[in-house]
């Protein structure tokens, strides 16, 4: 989302925070993890085709590769924070975990937490007293570990099992997922995850689906079609190529399993994207999907959620320490962006190199040169 009165990314700090009234914004691919807390009025949120209607106070995030659209009312005000998708991916040591966090469709007691900490943030960026950054690079990681304990997908089948299954089972349960993690771009089976976690694949089978009410090879292919959906949308690789680079046996096994999610095949999936993204760069009615909001009301609304919690949190800054900047563009006069950094490839470590789907991406890259 972009930004109305305060877009702050400096000292090296990985997030982007503003303040906001959002009237629309179109359909959209999220690069990043995006927090949206409603401090006024209300916003519609379409995530991956689900509609969510978000009330004051409502904590919603929005997922590293989600298409999402944003509908508002007159009068909203909504704080928006960015964290950058590479920080987030080297805290989360590259488990590129999905996160369900919204207050609108979920009671957690945590979103409290999560309200407290995003308005904290908010606050020592108005007041940037000393070492500022510290304070916010701190409540940053109190908040990532917030949502890795309580918001993961995963944590939903935790939290079913708990009263039921011991913590040697959740243990097991929790290896098993971050194997998959590690590995769904291989041709992996039920045989090569049960010998890495020393058990027989026909008690692996059983286990699995007692406890995740699904079976192993069922999770393994949704959790392939996630990652190969975000590189559809991302990437300019065919359709060959991103079914070879998550996993899937061949092109038929990809199309038949997308089908059954998305009810289309990856290929119009993905012009289908690419068409939403092309009207939303050309709409000449982009210029209203943001406008200022009076920065000292929305301040007032965030004390609320933090002036019980210590003295340093009682008053907000006025006006005095704000710097707007309004910026027109023309959205007419527009030009395609040359990509001249598709010059090169990086493909990571030498040993890599020794893997045959590696062999096989870098066969086909010299083909198309």
């Given at each position: 989302m972009g930004n109305a009165s305060k877009n702050v990314n400096e000292n090296n700090i990985p997030i982007v925070i503003t303040l906001n009234k959002v009237k629309r914004i179109f359909s959209n691919v999220q690069k990043n993890m995006e927090f949206l807390f409603v401090l006024k009025g209300e916003l519609k949120a379409i995530i991956n085709n689900k509609n969510y209607k978000l009330s004051e106070s409502d904590v919603l995030l929005i997922n590293n590769g989600d298409i999402y659209e944003l509908y508002g009312e007159e009068e909203n005000i909504v704080l928006s924070m960015q964290i950058d998708n590479d920080f987030a991916n080297n805290v989360m040591r590259g488990e590129q975990s999905l996160f369900l966090c919204n207050s609108s469709i979920d009671a957690n007691e945590n979103y409290n937490n999560i309200r407290k900490i995003l308005s904290k943030i908010m606050y020592e960026y108005s007041i940037k007293k000393n070492r500022y950054d510290f304070k916010v690079m701190s409540l940053l990681y109190?908040?990532?570990?917030?949502?890795?304990?309580?918001?993961?997908?995963?944590?939903?089948?935790?939290?079913?099992?708990?009263?039921?299954?011991?913590?040697?089972?959740?243990?097991?349960?929790?290896?098993?997922?971050?194997?998959?993690?590690?590995?769904?771009?291989?041709?992996?089976?039920?045989?090569?995850?049960?010998?890495?976690?020393?058990?027989?694949?026909?008690?692996?089978?059983?286990?699995?689906?007692?406890?995740?009410?699904?079976?192993?090879?069922?999770?393994?292919?949704?959790?392939?079609?996630?990652?190969?959906?975000?590189?559809?949308?991302?990437?300019?690789?065919?359709?060959?190529?991103?079914?070879?680079?998550?996993?899937?046996?061949?092109?038929?096994?990809?199309?038949?399993?997308?089908?059954?999610?998305?009810?289309?095949?990856?290929?119009?999936?993905?012009?289908?994207?690419?068409?939403?993204?092309?009207?939303?760069?050309?709409?000449?009615?982009?210029?209203?999907?943001?406008?200022?909001?009076?920065?000292?009301?929305?301040?007032?609304?965030?004390?609320?959620?933090?002036?019980?919690?210590?003295?340093?949190?009682?008053?907000?800054?006025?006006?005095?320490?704000?710097?707007?900047?309004?910026?027109?563009?023309?959205?007419?006069?527009?030009?395609?962006?040359?990509?001249?950094?598709?010059?090169?490839?990086?493909?990571?470590?030498?040993?890599?190199?020794?893997?045959?789907?590696?062999q096989q991406q870098l066969t086909h890259i010299q083909n198309k040169i």
């Open positions: 109190d908040l990532i570990y917030l949502l890795d304990m309580n918001f993961t997908i995963v944590e939903e089948y935790k939290m079913q099992t708990l009263e039921i299954k011991n913590s040697k089972h959740i243990e097991r349960i929790n290896n098993i997922l971050a194997y998959i993690k590690q590995n769904y771009y291989k041709q992996i089976s039920l045989q090569d995850v049960a010998a890495a976690q020393y058990l027989t694949p026909e008690y692996l089978s059983k286990f699995f689906k007692s406890h995740m009410n699904m079976t192993l090879l069922k999770y393994l292919n949704e959790y392939r079609l996630s990652q190969a959906v975000k590189e559809l949308i991302r990437k300019d690789n065919s359709v060959t190529i991103v079914s070879m680079n998550n996993g899937f046996p061949n092109l038929a096994a990809f199309n038949k399993i997308f089908k059954e999610v998305y009810d289309t095949t990856p290929a119009e999936y993905r012009t289908q994207i690419r068409k939403k993204q092309e009207i939303s760069n050309k709409d000449e009615k982009i210029e209203l999907e943001i406008t200022k909001v009076d920065y000292n009301q929305a301040l007032e609304k965030l004390t609320q959620y933090v002036a019980h919690e210590e003295e340093n949190y009682n008053k907000f800054p006025q006006n005095d320490l704000v710097k707007s900047v309004t910026v027109n563009a023309d959205v007419d006069k527009i030009k395609q962006v040359t990509h001249s950094w598709r010059n090169l490839i990086n493909l990571g470590y030498a040993q890599d190199g020794l893997r045959s789907d590696f």
